[in-house]
C-alpha cells in the first residue's frame, strides 16, 4: 500500500507519465462536502505546466474528472475517484532514456527495484504522479476550510543562491506569490531567481530551491505520538515528493545552534486560549499541533534531466554519455508549492478526523 | 495505531517516564534468527543515562527481559515482547510541572490533545519512550546484519555553534564515536563541544545539535514509490524522535543550491555492479536505495526543560513562572545516535522484507 | 481506508452503481506479470448481468481500461488502476427508492450512517461495486496461477431449498460450472434451481443460496497468525461481498457436531512432503494453509429488492409500502462465484506474498 | 502486523503458552476513561481454566498488571499495555509433541511456516495468546458500555449434537450463563451437554460445540464500507479464535433458504427512530449497524489434542502414533464465549471510533 497515504481520510494515487491516465482515489472522506470538479481544477490549473518559461513546455490540460464519490454536488461518505487523462504525450522524445540512466534520476534504481520500468517520461517517478496528489489535497483543504478556516499557502523561498528575504508573512497571499513568475512574493528577488533559472536553462542545467510553507487556522491537538506526529507525516508526505531532499519546521536546523532559553517558545494564556509569543516550535510541540501557524521549509534539489552531456551507464553495462532531451522544468521548486500544500493538507485532514475519537 | 510503525517489519511502542515499565512488540520479525537480551542490552546501554556529565544525572539499569517471541534462541517468528521496568523514580521531583506547562515541552499539547496527561517525567512525551525503539532497532540491525552486512553508524555532528570538521567516514567507527563523552568522533571537535555543553549546564540552560547517520552495506532496491519512500520513511522516523527538528539525506539543503550540472551523481559500471562515483544523492534516488551508503542529518532542538526561571502559563489559566526542577540532559542530541540508528534499522528491515515480494 | 483490502498485494474499490464509472487500483502486485484488458475481461464476462432469465435483464458491456501499472504487456510493480464506464443507466426506474427505505436493503444504513445517500440504484451499496473487485481478482488469480499453478473453483450449492447433490469435485471444472445458467455443476440440481428461481421472480420474490470455494495448488504456510489467519481473511472477504451471511471452511459447522478423533485429520508423509488423508479442516490449521484443497462454503441471502409490496418506512418517518420497480437478480447466489473466486484469490496472493519474508 | 487488530482502537497480542509471559498493547483507546486491573481481571478469571471437570486442569492465577496508559485510574490516550506472566507451566508434559505433528493441530503449518516452533504448549497457537484479547476486550466494552450502553453476551448453544432449545434472549443474563458449568443458560440443555463433555473426556476424545452471540446496546451506523463492514470484520475477529471454523450473522446460513419476502425485515419509525419487526439480518444490513441486536452464532470444532492414539507423521519424516499427554479442554467452545464478546467488543470500538469522522 505504498502508494496509500492516511488512516482515516487516505489517499491512493495511481498512474504514469504515459501512460493512458493518472489519478488518484480518497477513501474516508467525511460525507456531505460540497464538492465540484471545478474545486478540484483550480489547484491543477496551478500545478499543470507549460504557463511560461519557468517551466517545461509541455503543454497539457490536465483537465479533472471525479468518477465517483459525489452526489448532488457533495461526498457521499464513499471513495472519490479522480482520473486525468494524460495529452500531448511525445514518446519518441525519451528514446535515448530507454538506454541510458539519467544521472540525479530512478531510472536505475526503478530498473534494481521493479526488474525494468517505463521509461516513457520517468513512468511512476514522474512528477505526473503529483496531480493525484493535488486532487485528493484540493479535498483535504476543502473539508479544513469548512470545519476550521484552515488556509495552507507555500511559496518559493530560495532559488541556488538567490534568498527570499524576510518579510511579514501575516499579510501573505495566494496571490501576491501566484504574480510571480517563480512563485516567490517578493518582487525583487523574484526578479533574480528568474535570471537565474534563464541563466541555468541557457546554459542546459537546471537549479534547485527551498520552499516554504505556512498553514494558518491549525487546530490544537492534531498529531498521534509517537510515530504520526505531526511533524513526522509531514516529513514523510514533503520527502515523498519527488526531488525533495530535506525539511525542516520552525526553527529548524537553526534551532541546533540555540539555547534552550532562546529556542522556548514562552506560553500565556489571553483569557480564551493559550498561544505563545514566538514560534520557533512553527507550530507543532511533542508531535502535536498547539494552535500557532505551521510553518516548514523544503529543499528541492535541481531537476535531474539536464540537456548537456552528463557522462552514465546504460542498461546494459555500458558506459558512456547522456545529452537528454525532452521539455524539463529547469528548478522544480518553482512548480513544487501546490503540491507541498496539497500533501500538508491531507496530513491535516487526516489527523483532525484520527482526533475526533477523543471527544468521549 | 499511532504508536505503530512498520508494515511488515513493525513495531509498537508502549510506556511513560513513570510508569511501572516501558516496552515495545516488534511483529514480523522472520523466524530463525539468533536473538538474546544481551543483543538487545548493548544498545540500551549506549541509551543509558548517567554516564557522566553530558547527560542526566537519572541513573537506571534499563535491563531488558524478553517475554515472548524466542525460543532456544532464535526468533519464532511470533511477536517479540520486550519489557523494562522503570526504576529509580522520584516523582516529587516534577510536583511543579503539573502545575505550569514547560515552554517548548510537551506538556501543554498533551493537555490540549487528551484532556488530561501523565505529568510525572514528561509521560508518554518522555524520552524514555526511545528505548522501545532501541528494543526493535537491536533486532533490526541484527536481522540487517545477517542478511546484508548492513551497518548503522550516528554521531553528534555539531553542538549549539560547534561543527565536527569533516573527516573520512570510510574509516569511521563505533568505538572512535564512543570513546568521546559527546559522541564526536574528532577529538578537537568534542572537546568543544563538551565545554559548550558544560557552560549551558552551568547556565541554568540547554543547547541543540545535530546528528549524522551513516549507513553502509545498503542493498539495492529498498524503498516503495510513492509514499513509502526510503527517504520519506527515514524523515517520519527521524522526526518522531522527541526533539528532532528536521531532516536532511545527502546534500539536503545544500542541493538547493546547486546546479543539476554538480548536483547528479554519475553513474558507471565497474563491470559487476553500478556505482556513483559522488553521493549527493546520500544512497538514495527517487525514493530507492542505490547500494551506495546512506547518509542523512538530523536538527535537534536544545532540551526544553531548563533550570532557569521561563515565563510561562498554567492549568488554569494563571501566567507565571517556571524555574524547572528534576534532572534533565542540557543536549538530547548527545543521547541520540543510537535512537537515529534504531529508527533507521526498523525502515531497512521493513523495507527490505517488502521488496521480496518482487522475487517472482 | 475501508475500501482498500490487502496489506501487501492490494485493492482499493470505488465507484457507484449510477455514477460515471467503477474501478479499482491494485497496489503491491509484483513486476515482470504479464498481464492485458483481456485478462480482466474473460472474468468480468463472467459476472456481467444480462445473460439470461436468472440474472438481471440490465445489459451491461462491462469494457475494462487498464488505466496504469502495465507497460509492453508486462506490470511494473506500480499501481494498476483498472476503470469500467457505467452504460445502460435509468435512473428513473430508482425514483421510489428515493423517499422509501427497500426492507433488507442497506438505504437506511447509508442514510444513519452518511446523513444521505446516492439512492440511484444502491449506490455505492450495488453490487457494481464488486467490479473493481474482480479486476483485482483477476490480477491475483493470473500471478498465483503463475508461481504456484493455483486455480479457483466456486459455484452455487443450493438455491432456497435445492441442494446441490455431493459429487467428485476433482473433476470439476470451470466449464461443467459455467454450462449451467445457474452456476450448479450437477445438471439435475441445476434444473431444479433455475425452476426455484423462476418460481420466486414469477412470484415477484427473491431466493437466497449457498456458495462453495474450492481452491487447488494452494502453496502451503499462507496465513499470518493471529488476526490474518487465512481463515479468517477469507471469512472477512466473503462476507464483505454483498448479501454474503455465513463463512464456514471445512467441515465448518458440522465439525462442532464432531469428535475430535473423527475430526482431526490424519497426517503422513508420502516421501516428498506432507498430507491429510482426509480434509476437514479445508485446507487450513491454525490459520495456515497445509497445502490440502481449500474449501469452504458461503451464506446468500435473498436479494433485498423485489417486486411485490413490502411495509416500510421512509426517509421523513412516514410509514407506508413500497413495491420496487427496477431490474434485480432474484438470487444473487448465481452471480456471487466469481466474486467468491476474485475475493480468495486477493486474499491468497496477499498472504503468499506476506510469507516470503521468512526465506531468510 | 498480523498480530494487530483495529484501526483507530487498535489491539496488539503476544506471547506463547510457555514463555515468560502473554499480553497486549491497546492503542487508540481515548482518553479518560476510567480503568483498573480489576476491570481486566473480572474477564480474564471467566476465561480462565482450572474451573472444573468441563475445562482443563491447568491451574494458572493469570494475574493481569497494566504496564502503562492509565494514570490516576484513566486512560491516558497513549498505548495500554497488559501482561500476564505464565506460572504452573510443565513443559515436560509435551515432550513428545516435539516429535509428532498433532493431528487437527497447527504444529505441522507452524514447522511449514516458520521452519521450526515453540513446541511447549502449542507455543503462539495456544489459546494463552487469547488471554491478551480479553484484556484488550475488557478495555473496549468498558468503553462502549460508557458511551452507549453497549452489552456483550455470549453463550454455548451446542455441544456435539446436544442443541440449546429457543429461549427469550431479551431476559438473557451473565449470571444465568455462568451457572452453567457449560455456559448454557437453559439448565436441561446445560446438564446434558454436561454428560456429553463427559463422555467424551472418559473417551479419551473431545467435542465441538457452536456459540451464540448478543450484543445490545449496539449505536447504529457503525461499519464501514466495502470491506471494513461490520459483518466482515466480526467474522474476521471470530475466525482468528483459535478453532473457530463457522460464522454466522443473523438468519445466516438459515437465509440462504428462504425467500426475500420472509426474509427482508420490515422497517418501521416510531416517532423517534426506526426499528425493524424482525431481525433476520442480526443487526447489520450493507455492512453497518441498523441498532437493533447484533445475533451471530460461531462454530468451534473439538479440541485437536486428545488422548486416544491417531495416526501421524514426525518432524523427521517418520509415520507413527501419537497418544497426547497433557492437560487439554475436551471442548473448546465453552471457554470461548469471553473471548468471542471481547473480539466482538474491539471490532465495535473501532467502528464507533471511525465512525466520529462523520460528524462534520
Given at each position: 500500500m505504498a502508494s496509500t497515504f492516511g488512516k482515516i481520510f487516505s489517499v491512493t494515487t495511481w498512474g504514469e507519465s504515459h501512460g493512458p491516465a493518472v489519478g488518484a482515489v480518497v477513501d474516508g472522506c467525511p460525507a456531505g462536502l460540497p464538492l465540484c470538479e471545478e474545486d478540484i481544477q483550480f489547484y491543477l490549473d496551478r500545478r499543470r505546466p507549460g504557463q511560461g518559461a519557468m517551466t517545461t513546455a509541455r503543454d497539457?490540460?490536465?483537465k479533472v474528472r471525479i468518477l465517483s464519490g459525489v452526489f448532488e454536488g457533495k461526498t457521499t461518505g464513499t471513495p472519490i475517484s479522480f482520473a486525468v487523462f494524460n495529452e500531448d504525450q511525445r514518446s519518441h522524445d525519451y528514446a535515448d532514456i530507454e538506454k541510458w540512466y539519467r544521472p540525479g534520476h530512478a531510472d536505475l534504481c526503478y530498473d534494481m527495484k521493479y526488474g525494468f520500468r517505463d521509461y516513457r517520461g520517468g513512468g511512476r517517478s514522474s512528477a505526473r504522479e503529483t496531480i493525484g496528489r493535488v486532487c485528493a489535497g484540493a479535498v483535504a483543504r476543502k473539508f479544513l476550510a469548512q470545519v476550521a478556516g484552515t488556509e495552507f499557502i507555500a511559496w518559493v523561498d530560495s532559488v541556488g543562491n538567490i534568498d527570499c528575504p524576510e518579510f511579514d508573512i501575516g499579510t501573505l497571499t495566494h496571490e501576491s506569490i501566484e504574480a510571480?513568475?517563480?512563485?516567490?512574493?517578493?518582487p525583487e528577488a523574484s526578479t533574480k531567481m528568474e535570471e537565474e533559472i534563464l541563466d541555468a536553462k541557457k546554459n542546459a542545467d537546471s537549479i534547485g530551491g527551498t520552499v516554504r510553507l505556512l498553514v494558518r487556522g491549525v487546530p490544537a491537538a492534531l498529531g498521534e505520538p509517537v510515530f504520526d506526529r505531526l511533524d513526522a507525516l509531514l516529513a514523510q508526505a514533503m520527502l515523498s515528493i519527488p526531488a525533495c531532499k530535506g525539511f525542516e519546521i520552525g526553527s529548524g536546523f537553526a534551532a541546533a545552534r540555540m539555547r534552550g532559553s532562546r529556542h522556548n517558545d514562552e506560553i500565556y494564556f489571553d483569557g480564551k486560549q493559550y498561544h505563545t509569543r514566538t514560534n520557533n516550535a512553527g507550530g507543532c510541540v511533542g508531535g502535536i499541533s498547539n494552535g500557532e501557524d505551521i510553518l516548514c521549509r523544503m529543499a528541492f534539489k535541481p531537476t535531474a534531466t539536464i540537456a548537456q552531456?552528463?557522462?552514465?551507464?546504460g542498461r546494459?553495462?555500458?558506459?558512456?554519455e547522456l545529452a537528454a532531451k525532452g521539455r524539463h522544468d529547469p528548478c522544480v521548486a518553482v512548480r513544487a508549492p501546490v503540491i507541498v500544500e496539497s500533501m500538508a493538507a491531507i496530513v491535516l485532514a487526516d489527523l483532525y478526523l484520527q482526533q475526533k475519537r477523543h471527544c468521549l
Amino acid at each position: 500500500m505504498a502508494s496509500t497515504f492516511g488512516k482515516i481520510f487516505s489517499v491512493t494515487t495511481w498512474g504514469e507519465s504515459h501512460g493512458p491516465a493518472v489519478g488518484a482515489v480518497v477513501d474516508g472522506c467525511p460525507a456531505g462536502l460540497p464538492l465540484c470538479e471545478e474545486d478540484i481544477q483550480f489547484y491543477l490549473d496551478r500545478r499543470r505546466p507549460g504557463q511560461g518559461a519557468m517551466t517545461t513546455a509541455r503543454d497539457e490540460k490536465d483537465k479533472v474528472r471525479i468518477l465517483s464519490g459525489v452526489f448532488e454536488g457533495k461526498t457521499t461518505g464513499t471513495p472519490i475517484s479522480f482520473a486525468v487523462f494524460n495529452e500531448d504525450q511525445r514518446s519518441h522524445d525519451y528514446a535515448d532514456i530507454e538506454k541510458w540512466y539519467r544521472p540525479g534520476h530512478a531510472d536505475l534504481c526503478y530498473d534494481m527495484k521493479y526488474g525494468f520500468r517505463d521509461y516513457r517520461g520517468g513512468g511512476r517517478s514522474s512528477a505526473r504522479e503529483t496531480i493525484g496528489r493535488v486532487c485528493a489535497g484540493a479535498v483535504a483543504r476543502k473539508f479544513l476550510a469548512q470545519v476550521a478556516g484552515t488556509e495552507f499557502i507555500a511559496w518559493v523561498d530560495s532559488v541556488g543562491n538567490i534568498d527570499c528575504p524576510e518579510f511579514d508573512i501575516g499579510t501573505l497571499t495566494h496571490e501576491s506569490i501566484e504574480a510571480s513568475p517563480v512563485r516567490c512574493p517578493v518582487p525583487e528577488a523574484s526578479t533574480k531567481m528568474e535570471e537565474e533559472i534563464l541563466d541555468a536553462k541557457k546554459n542546459a542545467d537546471s537549479i534547485g530551491g527551498t520552499v516554504r510553507l505556512l498553514v494558518r487556522g491549525v487546530p490544537a491537538a492534531l498529531g498521534e505520538p509517537v510515530f504520526d506526529r505531526l511533524d513526522a507525516l509531514l516529513a514523510q508526505a514533503m520527502l515523498s515528493i519527488p526531488a525533495c531532499k530535506g525539511f525542516e519546521i520552525g526553527s529548524g536546523f537553526a534551532a541546533a545552534r540555540m539555547r534552550g532559553s532562546r529556542h522556548n517558545d514562552e506560553i500565556y494564556f489571553d483569557g480564551k486560549q493559550y498561544h505563545t509569543r514566538t514560534n520557533n516550535a512553527g507550530g507543532c510541540v511533542g508531535g502535536i499541533s498547539n494552535g500557532e501557524d505551521i510553518l516548514c521549509r523544503m529543499a528541492f534539489k535541481p531537476t535531474a534531466t539536464i540537456a548537456q552531456a552528463q557522462k552514465t551507464a546504460g542498461r546494459g553495462g555500458e558506459n558512456g554519455e547522456l545529452a537528454a532531451k525532452g521539455r524539463h522544468d529547469p528548478c522544480v521548486a518553482v512548480r513544487a508549492p501546490v503540491i507541498v500544500e496539497s500533501m500538508a493538507a491531507i496530513v491535516l485532514a487526516d489527523l483532525y478526523l484520527q482526533q475526533k475519537r477523543h471527544c468521549l
